[in-house]
């Protein structure tokens, strides 16, 4: 679909770029010609990968260690890549999100979805952003959000608010950026089975099961297919695209809501084992990094 050296010459951030969704249009960008520079909490994740990218397909990855959270030193890693040179484009993929009632939800755990989606998102375009505008360049922001920021979503509600932050501003930067040339743009992917999501988001579920029972074209999302769009929004192919928010689920909201409204019919038990299969999921993730 994609002539060889079609992203030749760009420099692109990918947050959380280490694993799942990130870490595959890494691949893609890096495919065709791009160099890459991928960015995450645990450095050596992002080590990691950015030696298997360049084993496979050659060209240039940079990791970088980064809590997204922390503005100052958002602002430290975008002053050291535009140090050698400017981003041309920006992909917003960092997240967090789990199932719970939200009766039961802790501030501190929505905080833990809040403070990584909304502030780290905004903290991580407003430091590329801000170069772009002073150095006088064009740009494109890419941002991953949810099809869910148009009709909200139970038992999400910290990831389905900070989404929702992310949708307005993407159409508010697009109206006041544009015309410095700087395009903002986001993809609202259904399920496409990932390591994070299953363990958080379905725990318990056959990735995919309920996805292929209810979906109009009775499958789950293709990583290809979102690396794909995320390469033609930069591309040059459209640059009129600018403010909007582009569904990729096989018109899964449009039949169901592309919610978690099903989970109305979880028992107490049912919550109670979710609960314990991603605390225990936590407490992995917490010893490996701790081994890092």
């Known amino acids: 679909m994609f002539s060889p050296q079609l992203l030749a010459n760009r420099r692109i951030l ?28 645990r450095k050596s994740v992002c080590d990691e990968t950015a030696t298997e990218l360049m084993d496979t397909f050659g060209g240039r990855v940079m990791a970088h260690g980064v809590d997204i959270r922390d503005a100052g030193a958002v602002d430290h890693m975008v002053e050291t890549i535009f140090a050698e040179g400017p981003l041309t484009d920006l992909i917003n993929n960092a997240a967090g999100n789990f199932i719970s009632r939200t009766e039961e939800l802790s501030p501190r755990g929505f ?42 979503s139970p038992y999400v509600v910290p990831s389905a608010m900070s989404k929702s932050a992310i949708h307005a ?16 743009n986001t993809i609202a992917p259904g399920e496409i089975p990932t390591e994070g999501m299953s363990k958080r988001i379905k725990p318990g579920d056959e990735a995919g099961a309920r ?36 569904a990729m689920d096989g018109g899964q909201a449009l039949a169901m809501g592309g919610n978690f409204y099903q989970l109305r019919d979880w028992s107490d ?21 701790s081994q890092t």
């Open 111 to 152: 905080d833990a979805v809040a403070n990584i989606v909304m502030r780290g998102t905004f903290y991580v375009t407003h430091a590329v952003g801000r170069r772009w505008i002073a150095n006088k360049l064009p740009g494109n922001v890419v941002s991953v959000t949810v099809t869910w920021v148009r009709n909200g």
């Open 169 to 184: 501003m993407t159409m508010s930067l697009a109206t006041e950026w544009g015309h410095y040339g700087i395009r903002l």
């Open 211 to 246: 996805t292929k029972a209810t979906n109009p074209m009775g499958r789950v999302g293709r990583m290809e297919e979102l690396q794909n769009l995320a390469v033609f929004l930069i591309s040059g192919g459209c640059d009129w695209i600018n403010g909007e928010t582009i």
């Open 14 to 41: 990918v947050t959380g770029g280490g694993t799942g969704l990130g870490k595959a249009m890494a691949a893609r960008f890096l495919s065709l010609g791009a160099e890459v520079h991928i960015c995450g909490r």
């Open 269 to 289: 038990a049912d919550w109670q084992q979710a609960r314990e299969s991603i605390m225990a999921q936590n407490e992995k993730d917490r010893a490996k990094r």
